[in-house]
C-alpha cells in the first residue's frame, strides 16, 4: 500500500513537467507578450527593449521553460511579471476560499445526489425515476455559467435575496456559487448511484438477506449501498477534482476570490509566471484528489485491500 502511495506520488513529477511545458507553449502562441501589455504611449524603444531583456523575452521558449521550473525545483513559483507580487503567497491566500466552495458544493450535493440516486432505483420505471433520470440529464449537459446567469437573475436581481457575488456578505455570498457548482456532480452522483444500484439489488445475496428476514432499509444500507459504492466515490472524487481544476468559470460568474479568477485575471494580463504557477498547483491539486479517491476504494472494498495486502506479502517472500 506505502509502495503504491509512493508510485503515485511519484507520478506528479511527469504531469507537473507535461503540464507546465503545455502552459508555456500556448501562451508562447498566443498574439502579444506581458511588455505589450505594459506598454503606454510615453514608454520609449529604449525602455521597451529593457522589458523585454528583463523578461528573457529575448531568449528561446526553452530557456525562459527551463528557468522557471530551476525556481520551481527550488519552492520558488516566481513573482507576477506585471505587479511583482510573489505568485505562490497569491496562491496560498486564494485556496481556501476555492476549497470552501468547493467541499460546499460536493457536500450539497453528495447529500442530496445519493438519496436520489436510491430512491430512483428502487422505484425503477415509476414516474419518479423518470424525474431523476430527467434531472441528471439535465444536469450533466447544462453550462454552468448559463446556469450561474440564471441563478444571479432569479435570486440576486429580481428577488434580492442573495448578494450577486464576491465574498462580502459570508455565507450569503456562498449560497448561491455552492449551489451552481453542486448542480453538474449532483446530477452525475445521482446517475450514477441509480445505475449501479439497479444492478445490485438484482443480486441473489440481497434476496437471501430478505428471506432471512433482513429489514429492507438494513438490505439498502449495508449489503446494496456497501456494494456500489466504488463506482459512486469515482463519480464524486472526478466531479470535485474538475470543480478544483475548472473553478475559472464559477469563480467569474460570481466574482468569487479563488485561484479559478486568479488564473483568469493572470491569463487576461499574459503573465506568463502567474498563469503557469496556478495551473501547476491546481494540477497538482488534482492529482492529490485522484489519489485520495484511489485509496478510499480499499477502504469501502475489502477485496481491493486484500489486493494490496497480498501484492506486499509476494514481494516479502521474493526477498526472503
Known amino acids: 500500500m506505502i509502495r503504491y502511495i509512493l508510485l503515485r506520488i511519484l507520478w506528479l513529477i511527469p504531469v507537473i513537467i507535461a503540464v507546465s511545458l503545455i502552459v508555456f507553449s500556448l501562451m508562447e502562441l498566443a498574439p502579444g507578450t506581458v511588455v505589450d501589455a505594459m506598454m503606454t504611449e510615453e514608454m520609449t524603444e529604449e525602455a521597451r527593449e529593457e522589458l523585454i531583456r528583463r523578461y528573457n523575452l529575448d531568449r528561446p521558449m526553452l530557456y525562459r521553460y527551463g528557468l522557471y521550473m530551476l525556481n520551481l525545483l527550488q519552492g520558488d513559483l516566481g513573482t507576477y511579471d506585471t505587479t511583482g507580487a510573489d505568485v505562490w503567497r497569491e496562491f496560498i491566500t486564494r485556496l481556501p476560499n ?3 466552495l468547493s467541499f460546499t458544493a460536493l457536500i450539497i450535493g453528495t447529500v442530496v445526489a445519493i438519496p436520489l440516486g436510491i430512491i430512483a432505483a428502487r422505484r425503477a420505471g415509476t414516474l419518479v425515476d423518470n424525474t431523476v433520470t430527467v434531472f441528471s440529464m439535465i444536469g450533466m449537459s447544462m453550462p454552468l455559467f448559463w446556469l450561474g446567469l ?79 459504492w466504488i463506482p459512486i466515490i469515482t463519480a464524486i472524487g472526478t466531479s470535485l477534482s474538475v ?77 526472503a
Open 243 to 319: 470543480q478544483l481544476a475548472g473553478s475559472v468559470v464559477i469563480e467569474q460568474v460570481f466574482t468569487w476570490p479563488g485561484i479559478g479568477r486568479m488564473a483568469a485575471e493572470a491569463v487576461r494580463a499574459r503573465d506568463v509566471t502567474a498563469a503557469t504557477g496556478v495551473v501547476i498547483m491546481t494540477s497538482i491539486l488534482y492529482v492529490l484528489v485522484q489519489l485520495i479517491v484511489d485509496l478510499l476504494y480499499a477502504l469501502v472494498d475489502p477485496r481491493i485491500k486484500a489486493q494490496y495486502l497480498s501484492a506486499g506479502k509476494k514481494r516479502k517472500k521474493r526477498a
Open 150 to 228: 440564471l441563478l444571479l437573475l432569479a435570486f440576486s436581481l429580481h428577488l434580492r435575496w442573495l448578494p450577486s457575488g464576491t465574498f462580502d456578505d459570508g455565507i450569503r455570498s456562498l449560497i448561491l456559487p455552492a449551489l451552481c457548482s453542486s448542480f453538474t456532480l449532483m446530477a452525475n452522483a445521482a446517475r450514477q448511484t441509480r445505475s449501479n444500484m439497479l444492478e445490485v439489488l438484482k443480486a441473489d445475496y440481497l434476496r437471501t438477506a430478505r428471506a432471512k428476514g433482513v429489514p429492507e432499509e438494513a438490505v439498502i444500507r449495508r449489503h446494496a449501498l456497501g456494494n456500489a
Open 98 to 100: 476555492t476549497l470552501i
